[in-house]
């Protein structure tokens, strides 16, 4: 059983950045793809960003490409998510999740494990 930890939230003023940490423990991110979530206030939960676990194959979301860099460090077992330009519409709760079955075609693709989220709000 995996368990992810994230860190890193809180307030920021529009354009600003910030970085998000997920501490992974009970299993290594390297055998896992991971991936970024948010979910907005009254908004359902959507992608974000995600790498897969046997290479650097990066995905984003059209909204945050450009913006947003996720990473890993396989030494520290962390995933990052590098977050510049923030906007007002960033604001959200940031879920780190980890899966051994690469599902794009779902919306939560194919996460099996999930962290308990960190908030970034963004003020304009």
């Known amino acids: 059983q995996v368990q992810l930890v994230e860190s890193g939230g809180g307030l920021v003023q529009a354009g600003g950045s910030l970085r998000l940490s997920c501490a992974a423990s009970?299993?290594?991110?390297?055998?896992?793809?991971m991936g970024w979530f948010r979910q907005a206030p009254g908004k359902e939960r959507e992608f974000v960003a995600t790498?897969?676990?046997?290479?650097?194959?990066?995905r984003y979301s059209d909204s945050v490409k450009g913006r947003f860099t996720i990473s890993r460090d396989n030494a520290r077992n962390t995933v990052y998510l590098q977050m510049n330009s923030l906007k007002p519409e960033d604001t959200a709760v940031y879920y780190c999740?980890?899966?051994?079955?690469?599902?794009?075609?779902?919306?939560?693709?194919?996460?099996?494990?999930w962290g308990k989220g960190t908030l970034v709000t963004v003020s304009s």
């Open positions: 009970g299993g290594t991110i390297n055998t896992y793809n």
């Open positions: 999740a980890a899966g051994g079955t690469w599902r794009p075609d779902l919306l939560n693709y194919g996460m099996d494990y």
């Open positions: 790498t897969r676990w046997f290479s650097d194959n990066l």
